[in-house]
């Protein structure tokens, strides 16, 4: 079982910005696909951003795309997601998740991962 350490999140007015990092406790996390994912209140857990096993490709929600950025550094083994121009409906827990070798734009579907961090509460509120 991997372990995923989350950090960042908070409260943001809307149009602002907030950074959301994780750090898991592999070395190989290129093998992983790795995602970020939010549950608002009363709603299922949705796919947000996620980047693909064995390459660099990333996937995205049509709800923040062009919006927001998740990376990888392998390095360090972390993943992070830079959030712009947040918007009231982004207010949710977020969670980052991983599992190994999950392939292209399946990696936003939560039920094929089994690793997940505590979750990060983001609100965006004036």
């Known amino acids: 079982q991997v372990q995923l350490e989350q950090s960042g999140g908070g409260l943001v007015q809307p149009g602002g910005s907030l950074r959301l990092s994780c750090a898991a406790s592999?070395?190989?996390?290129?093998?992983?696909?790795i995602g970020w994912f939010r549950q608002a209140p009363g709603k299922e857990r949705e796919g947000v951003a996620c980047?693909?096993?064995?390459?660099?490709?990333?996937y995205y929600a049509d709800s923040v795309k062009g919006r927001f950025t998740i990376s990888r550094d392998n390095s360090k083994s972390t993943v992070d997601l830079q959030m712009n121009s947040l918007k009231a409906e982004d207010t949710a827990v977020y969670y980052c998740?991983?599992?190994?070798?999950?392939?292209?734009?399946?990696?936003?579907?939560?039920?094929?991962?089994?690793?997940w961090g505590q979750g990060s509460q983001v609100t965006v509120s004036s």
């Open positions: 998740a991983t599992n190994y070798l999950v392939r292209g734009p399946r990696c936003l579907l939560a039920p094929l991962f089994g690793s």
């Open positions: 592999i070395a190989n996390l290129n093998d992983y696909g």
């Open positions: 980047i693909s096993s064995g390459d660099d490709n990333t």
